[in-house]
């Protein structure tokens, strides 16, 4: 019969006292267990290539094939050892289920059975809650990592050129810009490279308008002022122009518009102002919101 075999096993009976030996010939099922095979996977990550060896064991008929499939069984292989690589490129990182299975003598299949292989060779990848912008108070700037295979193991950061301090969250305080380093590594011990890099600026200062120039205009001719808006830190400042009349009612207004700091600025307009002496101000207000320290102020004469 197909895929069965008889095994006939002849038992001897010897025996003095029937002088004689006695064959007997018992016929046995044939074989209908199929094999049963392991696997040597541990089950963790790795950032090299991986052998993985698979041991078959059957008791009656014995073990004739094992098979495995790295591809989800759309291909089998035979072959009882097999390997999972760690390519240059990286892109053979992840998790890789390989399905394996044996034959035995009798045509006996077992059930396929799946390890995972799991290889690791990039670190982690580091964000930070950093920005671009000037800010008036103390600054918290928090750190998060993501890695696709063993884990982050670690977050760490050096801010202005300090000892790497262990963390996820570090407060920048003190004016001026901030250079922070970060960076991450995983479980395998890869650190990321090159370090990833942001600053944080802080101005608590605000800026100092300066207006030392009368202004002189004739109705309905183009008027001109020139003023300064100092800061040691905002490169830039929006810049307002109030005028105001005798009254001390605001008659014109000019801005705001953003300007550039520690320059001579000019700021240009048609007068259509009745004759008279007005007081014009400069107001600024720096990228970090800080309102001047001294308004710029002087006297706007219409003739």
């Not at 090299?48 to 089998?76: K, N, P, R």
């Not at 004016?175 to 922070?180: A, K, M, S, V, Y």
């Not at 600026?201 to 100092?208: E, L, R």
Request: proline share 5%.
């Amino acid at each position: 019969m197909r895929n069965r075999r008889v095994w006939i096993i002849a038992v001897c009976l010897l025996g003095a006292l029937f002088g004689g030996v006695t064959s007997i010939a018992i016929a046995a099922e044939g074989d209908v267990t199929p094999p049963v095979t392991s696997d040597d996977c541990d089950g963790l990550w790795h950032n090299s290539s991986v052998t993985v060896t698979l041991t078959a064991t059957d008791d009656i008929s014995g073990v004739e094939s094992t098979f495995y499939s790295l591809d989800q069984g759309s291909t089998w292989l035979p072959g009882s050892s097999f390997a999972v690589e760690a390519t240059p490129d990286h892109l053979n990182d992840g998790e890789h289920p390989v399905s394996y299975y044996s034959v035995d003598a009798a045509g006996n299949a077992e059930t396929a059975r799946v390890c995972v292989v799991k290889i690791d060779t990039l670190p982690p990848v580091s964000k930070s809650t950093a920005d671009s912008l000037w800010h008036r108070r103390p600054v918290t700037v928090d750190l998060t990592a993501t890695d696709a295979g063993s884990g982050v193991d670690f977050t760490e950061y050096s801010l202005d050129g300090q000892a790497w301090t262990s963390g996820d969250q570090v407060v920048v305080n003190g004016d001026g810009p901030h250079r922070l380093l970060y960076r991450s590594a995983d479980l395998l011990g890869h650190l990321e490279t090159p370090d990833r890099r942001a600053t944080v600026c802080i101005d608590t200062v605000g800026p100092w308008a300066g207006a030392p120039w009368v202004i002189r205009a004739q109705r309905g001719k183009t008027a001109e002022s020139k003023f300064r808006v100092n800061d040691a830190l905002s490169p830039k400042a929006k810049v307002t122009i109030k005028i105001v009349n005798a009254a001390g009612r605001v008659v014109k207004k000019i801005g705001p518009s953003l300007r550039t700091t520690n320059w001579w600025l000019r700021a240009r307009f048609t007068c259509k102002l009745g004759k008279g002496t007005y007081r014009f101000s400069v107001y600024a207000r720096d990228l970090a919101g800080n309102p001047q320290r001294h308004v710029g102020t002087n006297k706007l004469v219409v003739k």
